[in-house]
Each structure stands twice: as structure tokens, then as C-alpha cells.
């Protein structure tokens, strides 16, 4: 299993150096770099678009008073990592998109159409509730434990813990 090493706000702007403080505004930009995922966060007044290359991006506040506020699900976000991942034959990474797929799922974006068979496994027949598109999901077969531990990390490399 892949781990992604992101962490939450780097509260440094990627751009101009400048600390980030409790509430200002920033943009996160997640990118695909050499196989992995990097985060990047920019102050507000330093973001012009997001970069060639980005996988995501989404804006954010450094919280007040160090309390984090409780995430905000960007399902849009959860599409476009979901989407990069298609043609991804790496075992993390499937389990990764596997867990987004859920998510999605449970957000209602993605709605389940079929199971069907491919040799030994189950792919998830899906479908998009709002586009139509339709995807094809393998189930990794992971366990509770490995489930909660990709979960954690699909929220953490989307800065939702």
C-alpha cells in the first residue's frame, strides 16, 4: 500500500515564502509528481490560477485560534483524484481510488450500476449522477483495518484532517 506523505496547510505560501496566520485565506493545489501526490499552498493575494499540471485545487482559511474547523467534503475535488487515478495499475494507488469511489458513493455522486467479474475479481460497475459517465472500479478486497488506513490518508492528502 502507498503511504502520501501530505500534511494539512504548510502555512507558507509556495509562491512568495510569506507565513501564512490564523485566517487567512490560501489555495491548495494537489499535483502529481514522480508518482506522488504534492500539496502545495499559496496565499490568496499570490494565486493567479493553478499550476500546469495540477491534479485538484480548492481554497481554504488557516484556522483561528488553531482549531480546525470540520472539513467541508469538496466533492468536485473527490471526482478529479478519482478521474487521475483511472489508468493507475499500482496497488496503492487502486486502493486509493477505491476508497475515493466509495466516498463518492456515499456523497451520492457516484451511483452503483452492476457488479461483474474480471477473472478472480469484482469490479464495480458506476456510474456518475450527474454527467453519466460511467466507471469500472476493482474491488482490492481490503480489510476493515486497511480500509480506515487509506481513508486516513485520502483525507489527509485532500487536507480534510
Keep these: 500500500m502507498s503511504v502520501y506523505q501530505l500534511q494539512g496547510p504548510a502555512k507558507q505560501c509556495a509562491a512568495t515564502g510569506r507565513v501564512l496566520t490564523a485566517g487567512d485565506a490560501f489555495y491548495s493545489v494537489l499535483s502529481d ?5 504534492v500539496r ?17 485545487w480548492w481554497a481554504g482559511r488557516i484556522p483561528d485560534g488553531g482549531v480546525a474547523p470540520k472539513p467541508t467534503i469538496n466533492d468536485a475535488l473527490l471526482v478529479d483524484c478519482f478521474e487521475h487515478l483511472a489508468d493507475t495499475t499500482d496497488p496503492g494507488r ?9 466516498l463518492l ?3 451520492k455522486r457516484l451511483k452503483f ?10 469490479v464495480m460497475l458506476l456510474r456518475d449522477a450527474k454527467t453519466n459517465r460511467k ?6 478486497k481490503l480489510t476493515d483495518e486497511s480500509m ?7 483525507f489527509r492528502v485532500l487536507g480534510w484532517e
Design 40 to 56: 502545495r499552498d499559496y496565499a490568496r493575494d499570490a494565486w493567479k490560477e493553478p499550476p500546469a499540471g495540477a491534479v485538484a
Design 135 to 140: 466507471y469500472e472500479v476493482p474491488d482490492p
Design 94 to 102: 487502486l486502493n486509493f481510488r477505491y476508497v475515493v469511489a466509495l
Design 148 to 154: 480506515e488506513t487509506v481513508r486516513q490518508e485520502v
Design 33 to 37: 509528481e514522480a508518482g506522488q501526490f
Design 113 to 122: 450500476d452492476d457488479l461483474k467479474k474480471d477473472g478472480d475479481r469484482e
Design 105 to 107: 458513493m456515499r456523497r
